[in-house]
């Protein structure tokens, strides 16, 4: 089996403008925004949105969060009816307001509640029941953590291999992959630290594991996915992206996002992706000033095709 490249979920990033930008250069696999199991519970309207998905994305996931495992068993058809390939339940996200409620990470502090929703939910389902978690708490749970979940029907599992502690500081911990990867036979993807095709490669090499999810290495770079799949069929790299095409397709995604949110908010979000897409590069402070300060889309256009012209 070719080891899956996937796009990790984002808050705030991973909307759909990104997950097609990211497919249309070689991810095999995207995930939504996080949803609250909650939000949708009491019919909110913005987080019903997050699962709108296009058939350029597909297969996509729909991940969401929660630590109520009837009210996650009752909102999960949702995610179904919503054109999800399969549904991922977050026990990673580190962030206070989410596991300081007892929700993402918190729930590695307590396996039985996280298997008691992984079964629920796949019971209500009848698509795949992935998960996503860490390296523990604050310290290292993972493989007994994993066996919960596989014993309740969880079908794939990505692991961050970082503590809650660790947010996103330190190294990835490969060997707990590993650890992962060897306590169950379900399918186990990879996450954390992937910037480049190579660490994808020694992931994969390291760890045995099924596929690797790329999460901030993709942030004005969704290049990588085709980088990796070079590197994993070829064995070698030679399709980086030259400037000119980090700018077109910087402006590309400025358009999408304007077309899904309107010019307003588009143009808001599509600053914060231009200042990724442009890091690096020369004059890229001057750029990115020159993007902060736009409030239009026709401006964001002159700003990228002034400097694609500079570049070709």
């Known amino acids: 089996m070719t080891a899956q490249v996937c796009l990790a979920p984002m808050a705030g990033v991973t909307d759909s403008a990104f997950r097609k930008i990211c497919k249309s250069f070689g991810a095999d696999f995207v995930t939504t925004e996080m949803v609250s199991a909650k939000g949708l519970y009491y019919k909110s309207k913005k987080t019903a949105s997050l699962m709108t998905i296009s058939n350029e994305e597909k297969p996509c996931a729909i991940q969401f969060f929660g630590s109520d495992s009837e009210i996650m068993a009752e909102v999960a058809p949702q995610l179904e009816e919503a054109g999800a390939f399969s549904i991922d339940i977050n026990m990673g996200c580190p962030m206070p307001k989410i596991a300081g ?24 389902v ?6 996503k978690f860490r390296k523990g708490w604050d310290s290292n749970t993972c493989s007994e953590f994993a066996k919960v979940l596989e014993a309740n029907g969880a079908d794939s599992l990505t692991l961050h291999a970082r503590t809650k502690e660790q947010l996103y500081s330190g190294k990835a911990d490969l060997g707990a992959i590993k650890e992962v990867k060897n306590a169950v036979k379900i399918p186990v993807i990879g996450n954390g630290d992937i ?5 994808a490669r020694n992931m994969l090499d390291i760890t045995g594991c099924d596929g690797v999810m790329v999460g901030r290495g993709a942030l004005g770079n969704p290049f990588i996915f085709r980088e990796i799949k070079e590197l994993f069929k070829n064995g070698t790299v030679s399709n980086y992206p030259a400037e000119t095409e980090r700018l077109k397709t910087a402006l590309i995604h400025a358009n999408m996002l304007c077309i899904d949110k309107g010019e307003h908010i588009g143009v808001l979000e599509a600053r914060k992706h231009i200042a990724w897409y442009v890091k690096g590069l020369k004059n890229a402070n001057n750029l990115k000033n020159r993007v902060f300060s736009a409030t239009s889309l026709a401006e964001i256009t002159e700003i990228l095709e002034s400097a694609i012209v500079l570049y070709e």
């Not at 502090?109 to 939910?121: C, D, E, F, S, T």
């Not at 009848?126 to 998960?131: A, D, E, G, L, R």
């Open 195 to 199: 910037f480049t095709p190579q660490d």
């Open 101 to 124: 409620n007892g929700d993402g990470a918190a729930l590695m502090k307590n396996p039985r509640l996280a298997g008691k929703i992984v079964r629920a939910v796949k019971d209500a």
């Open 126 to 131: 009848n698509i795949p029941v992935t998960v």
